[in-house]
């Protein structure tokens, strides 16, 4: 990471409120732990319009949970990011003191849409990994066991050594085709035609 997004990322857990700096932290290690965001500050700008957006929207809660929903739209974000964002949104709503700003409607709202959607995801875990990833993993194990060959197949017994070897034969060498006795004979029809 650069100096400038370094300096991006802090400036969402280094304010004056500490109980927002916790959440913002504890959420930003958990977006650097799991990877699950492109860009790591993407969830940290939702985080923080989400709850501009409550504040400042509190007497309108559906409106305001709308346009919060329209935020994360905008971002294009896959299911699961979008229920990470909503979990941690909520989460931080529903403990905060907010003073004199009533956000119970909004915290119940915004209940409903978090648990709408892990209802709506499919059960499957924050870090899918892709399948180039896969791919490359396998590439990656398989270039080590083809290192470490000669130091497995010298501890195996000569029938299993005989065994592997026969199995990775094809992978080597090309397969052997049959040969008919007519292949590349001349043809009789052509022999007995030619000397009528």
Not at 33 to 61: C, R
């Amino acid at each position: 990471m650069k100096t400038k997004e370094i300096e991006s990322l802090e400036s969402y857990f280094k304010t004056e409120n500490e109980h927002w700096n916790g959440y913002a932290f504890e959420m930003l290690c958990e977006v650097l732990q799991h990877g699950n965001f492109e860009n790591p500050e993407t969830p940290l700008q939702l985080f923080d319009k989400a709850v501009n957006i409550f504040t400042e929207q509190h007497k309108a809660p559906l409106k305001a949970v709308q346009e919060f929903a329209a935020e994360t739209d905008k971002q294009k974000l896959t299911p699961a990011q979008k229920l990470f964002v909503y979990e941690w949104v909520y989460k931080y709503v529903r403990v905060s003191d907010f003073g004199e700003t009533d956000l119970s409607e909004v915290k119940d709202l915004l209940k409903s849409q978090t648990e709408r959607l892990k209802n709506d995801k499919p059960q499957v875990e924050y870090k899918k990994p892709l399948t180039g990833n896969i791919r490359e993993t396998l590439k990656e194990l398989m270039q080590k066991e083809l290192e470490q060959l000669p130091e497995t197949l010298k501890e195996l017994e000569p029938v299993q050594r005989l065994n592997i070897l026969c199995k990775l034969i094809p992978y080597v060498l090309p397969k052997v085709e049959s040969v008919t006795h007519k292949l590349g004979e001349p043809d009789e029809f052509k022999i007995q035609r030619w000397h009528d």
